[in-house]
């Protein structure tokens, strides 16, 4: 892995599992924040331009299919932030659909656990790799 994909990886992976973990451990809370997240066109809009920035920076930087798991996972993550910012800037129905997707326990506890073994996946992957430049 290069530096950068190592880098990303480690900040994807901490990023993950803090973000899964808070959601897994008070559920209710998170469950409630999210929902007025999408509850206000403006505070939505707004995350969704930070997501869109995210999104294109890591696509311009990390855009490799090839070279690991690791690697490619980096590069999905990227790719998975821009589309879910476009979604939401131009999809204007999917706010009603993320929250009913929310308000399912089952579903969102099965989006966190995921959430969490990516976390663990990438978090290792970072930690564990050898730089090679």
């Not at 007025?36 to 969704?48: G, I, K, Q, R, Y």
């Not at 930087?61 to 798991?69: I, L, T, V």
Request: positive net charge.
């Amino acid at each position: 892995m290069t530096s950068r994909t190592i880098y990303l990886s480690k900040l994807l992976g901490l990023f993950c599992l803090a973000i899964a973990l808070c959601a897994l451990i008070d559920r209710q809370a998170t469950a409630e924040i999210m929902t007025s997240l999408l509850a206000s066109p403006a505070v939505l809009f707004l995350a969704s331009l930070f997501t869109l920035v995210g999104g294109l920076a890591m696509v311009l930087a990390h855009n490799r299919w090839s070279g690991g798991p690791g690697v490619v996972v980096v590069t999905l993550c990227g790719w998975m932030a821009l589309v879910k910012a476009l979604v939401f800037l131009f999809v204007p129905s999917w706010p009603q659909t993320a929250t009913k997707m929310i308000s399912n326990p089952v579903l969102y506890v099965s989006c966190m656990v995921f959430l969490l073994v990516l976390g663990v996946f990438l978090t290792a992957s970072g930690f564990r790799a050898k730089p090679r430049n």
